[in-house]
C-alpha cells in the first residue's frame, strides 16, 4: 500500500474516530504532532486499536515509538514500512 | 499464608520485605515486557533506591514521576521505607503543572526519566539510578510555598482537588500496610497467582491492589508494557496468564469489542476494577464473553479501598472492607436519589502536605469520617451502591478531574468571559466537553493552550464557543441547557 493512499485512510478512520478533527483537511494536519490537536490517551488507543481493524496490521510495541505514532505522516510511514517488510 | 498474614502485621513495613524477598527469592516479583526481577533481584534494587535517595536529607520531600517498568516498584517500597518522602505523582503531567506541585508543596526535589525536566526553571542532576534521575529545581525563595509536613509521614500521594488544583495526600506507613493487608484479606491472593496491572502504579486502582497483597504472598506482578490496545494485551496474556486482572473500565470495554481476544486467551479468577461507571451493558456482555465478572470496587484516595465486590448484586459496588466503616449524611430533599457517603478506614490520609484551604481536617467529622462528595446507600443484600456526586468533579475512565482547573486555565485567555466544564458522551465515548463564552476565540487557541499546561486526559475533546451563555434570571449559568449544544 502506498503512502498516500494509507494517509487518506487514516484521515477517514481520524474523522470518525475523533470527529472534533472534521474543522481540519488531511492537509492541515498530516505532519503536525495529533497530541497538539488536543487527542487525547484514550482518543489515540481507539484510533490504533481501529487502525488494526481496518488497515490490518498490528503494532509491534518493540517497533513502535511515540515517534511512530506522533502525527498521521509518521504512521502512514510505518504502515507502509510495516508492508513492505511483509513482502 | 500464615507468612502473609504475619509480614502485613511486623508493624514494620522494611523488615517484612527483607523477610518475603528472603522468602521467595527464586520466584519472579515483577515482569514488564520482556524484563523481569526475582523476589532476590526486587530486594538488590530496593537497597540500591533506599541508597540512591539517601543523596537527599532525612525527612526532604522528592516527588516522583513513577514510569510503568519494573523499577517503579523497588522505588515505590523503598520511597515509603525511606526517611526521605516520596510524593508519587501522575506520569503525565506536564512541566507547568509539575512545578505549581512543587512550590505549592515545599518540594525542592523531583525525580523522573526525564532528560531535561524544565525549560522555565534552573535544575541540576544529582544522580541517577535505572533510568530515574534525582534532580534538585531552584525554585525561587519567595516562590517556594511551606509545606505540612507531619512526622509519621512515610508517603504521599495526589487526589484531583475539587478548587482547582491537585491536592497532596500524607500517608503512613501503618495506613499503606493497612491498605494492603485488608485488601489481601478480600482479594485472597496467593503464591500462585499472577497479577496483571494495566494502571499507572501511582493510581490507587494498582497502588493498593497490586503493591503489598502481591509482594507479601510471593505473587508475581506483571506490569503493561507498552500501548493500551488489545494486540499488545492480548499478547501479555498469552505469555503469563494471569490469575487477576486490574485495569480501568476504558481497557474492559475494548477486550469485550476486540474479536482477537477470546475466552480461552483469559484463565482468570477475578477482573478488578474502579468505582468509574462501567455500563451494565458492558459488565453483561464482559461476564457473556469471558465468563467472569468484573469486581468493580469503591475506594478514595482519602481513605483507600472501602468495598470488596463479589458480584452477588449487579449495579453494585459490593460489601464493605473488614476495615471500613460506613454512615450516610441526609441531604434533605434530594435523600431520595442517594445520601452523602461518610467512610472511615484504617487506611485514611493523615492530612494534606500543603497548607491551602481547606484544611483535611475539614473533611474529617467529629468520629472520625471522611465527608466524601459521592451520594449513594446500602442495599437490602448490604452491598453499596453509588448514586452520583455532589460535587462537580468528572470522572471518565476512573480519572477523576476537576472542571474548575479546566476552566480556571481557559479563562487566561483574554477574550473569553466565562467557561464551563463538564462531561459529554460523543460517539459513545465520556469526553470533558468544555462550553466558552466569549467573543474573537477558536477552538484550535484554547487546545493549544490546554495542550501546553494540562496532562493529556485534562484535555477538552469538545469545544463549544458562544457568544453568550444560557443564563437564569440571576445570571447563574443554566448548565442544563448548555449541554444541549
Redesign the interface.
Known sequence: MRKEEILQQLYGILLR????FS?YTLEQIQGESL????L????L??F??AI?DEIGI??D?DR?TSETLKSLNSIAEHIEHEFESVK | MHNTFNYFNSGNLHNSIVQTCLEFAVYPAVTC?AESYSYADLFNEYYSFQQFLKLLPERETVLVKLSNKKSSLPLILAGITASQVPLFCDP?WKEEEILKILKRNGTRYYITEEENPFGACAYARMGEKTGYKLYQVFIPEDELEQNNLLPETAFCRFTSGTTGFSRCLQFSEKAFMSAGYYWWRASAVKHKDVVYCLSTLNNGLAFNTSILSVLFSGAHLVIH????????IK?TLLAHKPSILIAFP?VYE?LIH?DKITRSDLQLRLAISSAAPLKEASSHAWEEKFGIGICNYYGIAEVGPCTFNTGDETGTLGKLLENADIEFESLGESDSIGKRILVRTTSMALAYLDTHEPAFAERINPDGYYISNDRGFISLLGNLVLTGRIDRTINI?GRKIDPVEIENLIKTISTVTDVYVSKKQ??S?D?IAAYIEGNGID??TV??L??KVLA??K?????KILETFPRSSTGKVSAGLLEIY
Open positions: 474516530k475523533s470527529p472534533a474543522q497530541n497538539s490537536f488536543g487525547d490517551s484514550i482518543g488507543l481507539n490504533m486499536v488494526e498490528e503494532w510495541e513502535t | 515486557g503525565v508494557n507498552g500501548n493500551l490496545i488489545p494486540s499488545s499478547k476504558f475494548q476486540a475512565e460523543v460517539q465515548r469526553v477552538a484550535e487546545t493549544k490546554c495542550v493529556q486526559y484535555i477538552p475533546q469538545y469545544i
